[in-house]
């Protein structure tokens, strides 16, 4: 049993750390505005929509959203479109 759940812990681990690293290749290749905001709270709001949509002037689609490690407060939206 202990087998089992240790190998179960590590498959987890290794799904986990592969889909961080598939949404940071994937954020690498799209384009961002750096705007205020926590990107835990504020990413996918209807108010970060409307300002990259005004922003872009068409509608966009909001992808991912990352803290700035340089500066709290302050989050990279990356977006298609």
């Known amino acids: 049993m202990r087998k089992f759940k240790r190998a179960a812990v590590a498959a987890a681990s290794i799904?986990?750390?592969?889909?961080?690293?598939?949404g940071a290749a994937q954020a690498a290749d799209l384009p961002y505005v750096e705007t205020q905001g926590d990107p835990a709270t504020d990413c996918?709001?209807?108010?970060?929509?409307?300002?990259?949509?005004m922003g872009a002037g068409h509608h966009v689609t909001i992808v991912h959203c990352e803290r700035d490690p340089q500066d709290p407060g302050t989050m990279f939206v990356f977006y298609r479109g």
């Open 15 to 22: 799904l986990a750390f592969s889909g961080i690293g598939i």
């Open 44 to 53: 996918f709001t209807k108010a970060t929509q409307r300002e990259m949509d």
